[in-house]
């Protein structure tokens, strides 16, 4: 006895020899937004650069 309706999911297609790829996904997927130019981080202010040990006098 078969069935009035078809199956639900049809069988997948046999992939053609000459296409080794399957289709790609029927999602059109968005064009990727071109990234803007990088803007420099501006850098945190580091600790002020230690100056050198003056030499004491000599005792």
């Known amino acids: 006895m078969t069935h009035p309706y078809p199956d639900p999911a049809p069988p ?11 289709d790609p996904d029927p999602v059109p997927r968005p064009e990727p937004l071109p990234s ?4 420099p981080i501006p850098q945190p202010p ?14």
Do not use: A, C, I, W
């Open 12 to 22: 997948k297609p046999l992939p053609d020899p000459d296409r080794p790829f399957p």
């Open 36 to 39: 803007p130019e990088p803007s």
């Open 46 to 59: 580091g600790p002020e650069p230690t100056p050198e040990p003056q030499p004491g006098p000599l005792s």
